[in-house]
């Protein structure tokens, strides 16, 4: 598996702005899925964008893939007090083995300030 | 539909005693995960199950760790003789035949 690495590591924003998070990696991936994980509910899926699509709406959320730039990057709209969280994305290599577990990099600490 | 549930949702043991986490996967997912995430640390994998293929292994850290999954469905993670470092969330995921993975709670295990 492979780790993608988030930015920024800290964001703050006030209710009802937008919030964009961006994630990079290294090698060729067949998707790519953003988690998020707060204390109240544990590691959430959010969204899983395969590597032939460009981007891919759910809800409020929004997330772009770049595979030229090994890049994903995740847009929370009209945001709120409860997308307080950590963010995560998982690419899943090509290479990826049999067990095809996530590996998740140091998040981004995303705060709403209500 | 009910969801990943682990029990207990917090242990607390002393160093040299043995641990039993339990997961109960979503009924009819194949693929059964246990990741731990201590303090400061990203996801770590720990073992894979998929259907009636042998587990993976590979992520166990040592061989006080073991796990077994009974009847495709609810999976046990035994630690023996807890040490400190054992100290951490010990999540399980379960999944379809996709890569989607749907998280439990989690059991926060505490090492004195």
């Known amino acids: 598996s492979q780790q993608g690495e988030e930015d920024p590591q800290a964001l703050s924003i006030q209710e009802g702005e937008n919030a964009t998070m961006n994630c990079s990696y290294k090698?060729?991936?067949?998707?790519l899925q953003w988690y998020r994980q707060n204390s109240g509910r544990g590691l959430v899926h959010l969204i899983l964008?395969?590597?032939?699509?460009r981007e891919k709406h759910s809800g409020r959320l929004r997330v772009t893939l770049d595979t030229s730039k090994k890049s994903s990057s995740l847009l929370i709209t009209a945001s709120r007090a409860a997308d307080t969280a950590s963010y995560f994305c998982?690419?899943?290599?090509?290479?990826?083995?049999?067990?095809?577990?996530?590996?998740f990099g140091s998040g981004t600490q995303l705060t709403v300030l209500p | 539909g009910a969801g990943v549930s682990q029990s207990p949702s917090n242990k607390v043991t002393e160093k040299g005693k043995d641990v039993e986490l339990r997961c109960d996967p979503i009924?009819?997912?194949?693929?059964l995960y246990w990741y731990r995430q201590s303090l400061g640390q990203g996801l770590e994998f720990l073992i894979y199950?998929?259907?009636?293929?042998?587990?993976?292994k590979s992520g166990l850290p040592s061989d006080r760790f073991s796990a077994e999954r009974t009847g495709g469905s609810v999976s046990t993670l035994t630690i023996q003789r807890t040490q400190q470092e054992d100290s951490a969330v010990y999540l399980c995921?379960?999944?379809?035949?996709?890569?989607?993975?749907?998280f439990g709670p989690g059991t926060r295990l505490t090492v004195l």
């Open positions: 998982a690419p899943m290599p090509i290479s990826s083995g049999s067990a095809r577990q996530l590996t």
């Open positions: 995921a379960s999944s379809p035949r996709t890569d989607t993975q749907y």
């Open positions: 199950f998929q259907g009636n293929s042998a587990p993976d």
């Open positions: 090698t060729s991936i067949n998707n």
């Open positions: 009924s009819g997912h194949t693929a």
């Open positions: 964008i395969r590597s032939n699509e």
